[in-house]
C-alpha cells in the first residue's frame, strides 16, 4: 500500500513540513524549524531560488500514513559547471529500508526525466543552504544551519544503492578552550592589521542596502572557484539577509579593508537555534512576547561566510579574519561566548587551517551521499504542478 505522491495543495505541504515532529519527539537535541519559515523557504512565491531551479516535494504514504519525505532539484547553475547531477534534500524516513528506497527512487525518475545522470544528497536545496547527513556528534546540540537526524538515516540510503562522495566538518570553539591559543590567534592577526595597511570595520546598519551590496560582491569574488559551491544570485542573497535580519547583529559582521577598498569579510549570525528552541516550531502569543528578550539572551554566534579577494592570498588575511572569530569566542564582543561553524569541506584546506588556527576541533560531522543512474524504468511521470 505504500505509495510515494507528489506534494499538492495546502493540506500536503502542512503534512510534508509537519511529518518529522514524530521521529524527533524523542530527541532532546533536535530544534524543530518554524513552520512558518519553513513554508516560506519551500514555497516559488516567497523564495526566489525555486525561480531559479527546478524542485519538487514528495511524500510517502501508506493507509493514510506519511512515513517519509524528500525533495528534488535541478539547478542549470550546477549543471552548467559541474554536470548532469540533481539533487535529493528534506530527507526523512522512519527507520523502514522500504520507504527509504521508495522515496529515493522516485527522486532518481524525477531525475532521469530531466536528463541528469547522477543524483547526490541530501541538499536542501542546494549546497549554499543545509546538506549533509549527520554521521558522527549525534550527542551535540546542533547550531543553526546544521542538519540533525537519527543515526538510521545514513544506513537507509547506502541501503538504496549510495555511496559516500565527500565529508564536511563544523567547528566550534568558546572561553572554555584553548584560551592562550586564542590570544596567541588575536596576537598575530593584530600585527598583520599594523603591518599591512589594513583596518577592520563593523557592519554599518544604517546603510544596509549598500552594505548588502558590498557584501554580495564580496561573496561572488571569494567564492568564485570554491569546490562545490555555485555562488547565489543577488535576489536569493537578498532573501537569505532579509529572512535572517533579526540574527544579523552588525559588530559580527566584519569587513576588512586596505587602503579604503573592502577585501575580506567574516559574517557570523546570532545563532538562531537558541531562540528556536523556545518556539517549538510555533509563533504561540508567549514565544512572541518573550522574542526580543531571547534574542538579547543569545550567546552562540554561526560562522555564515568568510571570504577574501583571490588576488590577496598569502597577505596574512587568514590571520586577520581567525582574529576576529577568536575575540568572538574569548567574549569580547558583546555578550556572545561561543562560534559555530556551518559546514567545512574535507578539502578545504584554506577554511581548515584557518579555523585550526584556533584550535578548534570537529565537532559534529556530515556526508554526502551519491548514486549514477540508469535509464528510466518504465513510463515517465507526468508533469510538475504548483505547490
Not at 131 to 140: H, I, K, S, Y
Not at 149 to 177: C, H, I, K, M, Q
Not at 349 to 370: F, H, I, M
Amino acid at each position: 500500500m505504500l505509495t510515494v505522491q507528489p506534494v499538492r495543495g495546502r493540506r500536503m505541504v502542512r503534512e510534508f513540513l509537519a511529518m518529522a515532529g514524530p521521529l524527533y519527539r524523542d530527541d532532546p537535541r533536535w530544534v524543530p524549524p518554524l513552520t512558518l519559515a519553513a513554508r516560506r523557504f519551500m514555497s516559488p512565491r516567497h523564495n526566489p531560488y525555486h525561480r531559479e531551479a527546478e524542485t519538487e516535494h514528495f511524500l510517502a504514504v501508506d493507509r493514510g500514513r506519511v512515513l517519509g519525505r524528500i525533495s528534488t532539484t535541478r539547478d542549470p547553475g550546477y549543471v552548467e559547471r559541474y554536470g548532469d547531477v540533481g539533487f535529493f534534500g528534506w530527507f526523512e524516513s522512519t527507520d523502514d529500508q522500504e520507504v527509504a528506497t521508495a522515496l529515493l527512487e522516485t527522486a532518481e525518475d524525477w531525475a532521469r526525466e530531466r536528463g541528469l545522470t547522477k543524483v547526490a544528497g541530501p541538499y536542501s536545496y542546494c549546497s549554499t543552504q543545509e546538506f549533509g547527513l549527520l554521521v558522527d556528534g549525534f550527542d551535540t546540540v546542533p547550531a543553526a544551519f546544521q542538519p540533525h537526524n537519527p543515526p538510521y538515516y545514513a544506513g537507509l540510503v547506502e541501503g538504496a544503492g549510495y555511496t559516500e562522495a565527500y565529508r564536511t566538518d563544523t567547528f566550534s570553539w568558546g572561553p572554555d578552550d584553548d584560551r592562550a591559543m586564542m590570544e596567541r590567534v588575536v596576537a598575530r592577526g593584530e600585527r598583520v592589521l599594523r603591518s599591512g595597511g589594513f583596518r577592520v570595520r563593523d557592519l554599518d546598519s544604517r546603510r544596509w542596502d549598500a552594505e548588502l551590496d558590498l557584501l554580495y560582491e564580496l561573496f561572488r569574488a571569494s567564492f568564485a572557484g570554491n569546490h562545490e559551491v555555485i555562488p547565489m544570485s543577488r535576489p536569493v542573497f537578498d532573501y537569505n539577509a532579509s529572512e535572517l535580519k533579526d540574527f544579523l547583529d552588525p559588530r559580527l559582521v566584519r569587513i576588512v579593508e586596505r587602503d579604503g577598498t573592502p577585501v575580506a569579510f567574516t559574517m557570523l549570525l546570532a545563532d538562531p537555534n537558541e531562540v528556536l528552541a523556545a518556539a517549538n516550531g510555533r509563533l504561540s502569543p508567549g514565544f512572541l512576547l518573550r522574542y526580543r528578550k531571547l534574542l538579547r539572551q543569545i550567546t552562540g554566534t554561526v560562522v555564515l561566510m568568510i571570504g577574501a579577494r583571490p588576488e590577496l592570498e598569502g597577505e596574512g588575511i587568514g590571520r586577520i579574519l581567525a582574529a576576529e572569530l577568536a575575540k568572538v569566542a574569548l567574549g569580547r564582543v558583546g555578550g556572545y561566548r561561543q562560534v559555530h561553524t556551518t559546514w567545512i569541506h574535507e578539502e578545504n584546506w584554506q577554511s581548515r587551517a584557518l579555523v585550526g588556527r584556533t584550535g578548534a576541533r570537529p565537532r559534529r560531522r556530515y556526508v554526502v551521499l551519491e548514486k549514477e543512474l540508469g535509464p528510466v524504468p518504465g513510463p515517465a511521470r507526468g508533469p510538475r504542478g504548483p505547490l
